[in-house]
T-cell receptor
Framework: KNEVEQSPQNLTAQEGEFITINCSYS?????LHWLQQHPGGGIVSLFM???GKKKHGRLIATINIQEKHSSLHITASHPRDSAVYIC??????????????FGEGTQLTVNP | NAGVTQTPKFQVLKTGQSMTLQCAQD?????MSWYRQDPGMGLRLIHY???????DQGEVPNGYNVSRSTTEDFPLRLLSAAPSQTSVYFC????????????FGSGTRLTVV
């Protein structure tokens, strides 16, 4: 079993729909990252969180440390949101900021 | 522009050849790392560095070498390329070890024939 599991693997939505992508992890963590990988391959960091909730524009990320679960929500989805969304965690006690464990990603397609 | 610069973007190698993937950042980040991305798998850590002169192995280090002689540069060397090293490679940097955000390079698509 992977340390980081994402669901769903693939998600197709209509423009305007509310989207949720889930991330579950099995280890104690100090931080969780959500990343976006564009169709061209570039990776952008969206959020880093260790508790609670963060919001940036139409994107909202939440984390429940006790349940070892995080969600990424996209409100009023748009075709330009089509990308792979990747969850990554840093294990608690890991002193190096470079050691992230990644989920396999969720491929999101938003149709007009 | 500030960020992480990776070169080349594409490369085809023959089995047994060696090459270096370049990674440079101009943000004075302490932490740099190399990942490979393969279909159906998450990004996997190859090597990382917590500062100039300090490197360590990640999850899949075999067949790769790194060095960190300066804060800015973190090259990845393939010693003798194998078809199993066909992948997309990403370099990333981070400001410090207490959970700062990551900046990724644009990736290098490597094919070994």
């Amino acid at each position: 079993k992977n340390e980081v599991e994402q669901s769903p693997q693939n998600l197709t939505a209509q423009e305007g729909e509310f989207i949720t992508i889930n991330c579950s992890y099995s280890v104690g963590i100090s931080a969780l990252h959500w990343l976006q990988q564009h169709p061209g391959g570039g990776i952008v960091s969206l959020f880093m969180l260790s508790s609670g909730k963060k919001k940036h524009g139409r994107l909202i990320a939440t984390i429940n440390i006790q349940e070892k679960h995080s969600s990424l929500h996209i409100t009023a989805s748009h075709p330009r949101d089509s990308a792979v969304y990747i969850c990554a965690v840093r294990s608690r006690g890991e002193t190096s900021g470079s050691r992230l464990t990644f989920g396999e990603g969720t491929q999101l397609t938003v149709n007009p | 522009n500030a960020g992480v610069t990776q070169t080349p973007k594409f490369q085809v190698l023959k089995t047994g050849q060696s090459m270096t993937l370049q990674c440079a950042q101009d943000m004075n980040h302490e932490y740099m790392s190399w990942y490979r991305q393969d279909p159906g798998m998450g990004l996997r850590l190859i090597h990382y560095s917590v500062g100039a002169g300090i490197t360590d192995q990640g999850e899949v280090p075999n067949g790769y070498n790194v060095s960190r002689s300066t804060t800015e540069d973190f090259p990845l060397r393939l010693l003798s390329a194998a078809p199993s090293q066909t992948s997309v490679y990403f370099c990333a940097s981070s400001r410090g070890h207490w959970d700062y955000g990551y900046t990724f390079g644009s990736g290098t698509r490597l094919t070994v024939v």
